[in-house]
């Protein structure tokens, strides 16, 4: 393992220093705001001790990054694929434009989660919040799953606004009221069926592994399943519907 003190280095320095490493695994100290760790590196683990800045693994493709703390905005910005593991909250634009691979939050993330996240083939990205989020979840979405395991037991744990513009993909929010949620009529949503549930099983399944929490609880709650309607104008602009 390649260990690397972040404590008062440029981002510029600190993200060439990880490139060099040319290591498997690689441990970060005492970050502190720098942006763009874990773009353009391949077949690593980076581990972080601290708060990354923004776009923590951008385009991100064979590469996995656990965060021991929080995150700031635009994690995962157009990642291809790997993985991003977040013990802590995550800031705004969380998976924007994410294309593949997964991003698990233990806890909350900010506006704007998942805007614009897109599938194509066999590459579905999935995202998995724990807690809540801001205004504006999954605008945009063409793709993907993202799923709201609100731990908080709130009525409406995704704020305003939940999926506008949505034309694709599909969104599950657990133990919220389907009312306090105020979904628009451009969506379609209702109780998950036992097919749904076994679809986001796995992903499911790996992150209760990774934070500690009861798979068999989780999985026991009542999941609202969203996905767009079928007549909704943006859906013929996009090749993978």
Same mark, same amino acid.
């Given at each position: 393992?390649?260990?690397?003190?972040?404590?008062?280095?440029?981002?510029?320095?600190?993200?060439?220093?990880?490139?060099?490493?040319?290591?498997?695994?690689?441990?970060?100290?005492?970050?502190?705001?720098?942006?763009?760790?874990?773009?353009?590196?391949?077949?690593?683990?980076?581990?972080?001790?601290?708060?990354?800045?923004?776009?923590?693994?951008?385009?991100?493709?064979?590469?996995?990054?656990?965060?021991?703390?929080? @995150?700031? =905005?635009?994690?995962?910005?157009? *990642?291809? %694929? /790997?993985? &991003?593991? !977040?013990?802590?909250?995550?800031? $705004? +634009?969380?998976?924007?434009?994410?294309?593949?691979?997964?991003?698990?939050?233990?806890?909350?993330?900010?506006?704007?989660?998942?805007?614009?996240?897109?599938?194509?083939?066999?590459?579905?990205?999935?995202?998995?919040?724990?807690?809540?989020?801001?205004?504006?979840?999954?605008?945009?979405?063409?793709?993907?799953?993202?799923?709201?395991?609100?731990?908080?037991?709130?009525?409406?744990? @995704?704020? =305003?606004?939940?999926?506008?513009? *949505?034309? %694709? /993909?599909? &969104?599950? !929010?657990?133990?919220?009221?389907? $009312? +306090?949620?105020?979904?628009?009529?451009?969506?379609?949503?209702?109780?998950?069926?036992?097919?749904?549930?076994?679809?986001?099983?796995?992903?499911?399944?790996?992150?209760?592994?990774?934070?500690?929490?009861?798979?068999?609880?989780?999985?026991?709650?009542?999941?609202?399943?969203?996905?767009?309607?079928?007549?909704?104008?943006?859906?013929?602009?996009?090749?993978?519907?």
């Amino acid at each position: 393992m390649t260990i690397i003190d972040a404590r008062g280095k440029h981002f510029r320095d600190l993200n060439r220093e990880i490139k060099d490493a040319g290591d498997a695994e690689i441990l970060v100290q005492n970050c502190n705001g720098q942006r763009y760790i874990g773009a353009g590196v391949d077949n690593a683990v980076i581990k972080i001790n601290g708060v990354p800045g923004n776009a923590l693994g951008a385009y991100l493709n064979n590469c996995e990054i656990h965060v021991n703390g929080n @995150a700031q =905005d635009a994690t995962g910005d157009t *990642m291809n %694929g /790997g993985k &991003i593991i !977040i013990h802590g909250n995550s800031g $705004d +634009a969380t998976g924007y434009a994410m294309r593949g691979g997964v991003i698990y939050i233990s806890g909350n993330v900010g506006y704007r989660a998942g805007v614009h996240i897109k599938s194509y083939g066999e590459f579905k990205p999935v995202i998995i919040i724990g807690g809540k989020t801001g205004n504006f979840l999954a605008e945009y979405q063409a793709g993907g799953m993202i799923v709201l395991l609100n731990l908080g037991k709130l009525q409406n744990p @995704a704020g =305003d606004f939940i999926a506008n513009g *949505m034309h %694709g /993909g599909e &969104i599950y !929010i657990r133990n919220a009221d389907a $009312d +306090a949620l105020r979904l628009s009529d451009r969506l379609v949503y209702g109780e998950a069926a036992k097919s749904d549930l076994d679809e986001i099983s796995k992903n499911i399944e790996e992150y209760c592994g990774i934070f500690g929490l009861d798979y068999k609880e989780i999985m026991s709650g009542r999941f609202i399943r969203i996905t767009p309607n079928t007549l909704s104008p943006y859906k013929q602009l996009y090749v993978n519907n």
